[in-house]
């Protein structure tokens, strides 16, 4: 079974975001830092090489498969920010048609700038699923 490549790493939070290209992204990068600080009160902590993550759990799928990931987080990625919301976002359409424009996956939410969407919304969203996963992974 191959092993998964996101980690967490000992590289530094603040050297990665100051490594964003673009003005307008490294200021957005350093804001969801402490956005992200400010709603799960943990530190920022590389997840492989573009992820910062907040907290952890573990995952054991029914194919045996398990590993560690971040319960929240963010990459800066070229087009747009990834956020993950690991929560997924059944339970957060209401807020979602309020927070501005973006797009969602799985369990990410893309958006491309921060000034586009509503920052109230978006800690909520964040606190929601942080809190759920928080409660749910320490039984």
């Not at 790493?9 to 402490?34: M, T």
């Not at 990834?82 to 893309?110: R, V």
Request: proline share 3%.
């Amino acid at each position: 079974m191959t092993e998964n490549k996101t980690r967490p790493n000992n590289n530094s939070v603040i050297a990665f975001l100051n490594s964003v290209e673009g003005e307008e992204k490294r200021k957005d990068s350093h804001a969801l830092l402490q956005l992200f600080k400010s709603i799960t009160l943990e530190p920022g902590v590389m997840w492989g090489e573009s992820i910062v993550g907040f907290g952890s759990y573990h995952y054991k799928y029914d194919s045996g498969r398990e590993g560690d990931m971040c319960i929240t987080g963010f990459s800066p990625r070229k087009s747009n920010f990834s956020i993950y919301i690991m929560s997924g976002f059944s339970n957060y359409q209401d807020l979602l048609e309020l927070l501005g424009p973006h797009k969602t996956g799985k369990a990410c939410l893309y958006v491309k700038r921060l000034s586009d969407i509503d920052m109230d919304v978006l800690s909520e969203i964040i606190r929601s699923s942080y809190l759920h996963y928080k409660n749910k992974h320490s039984q």
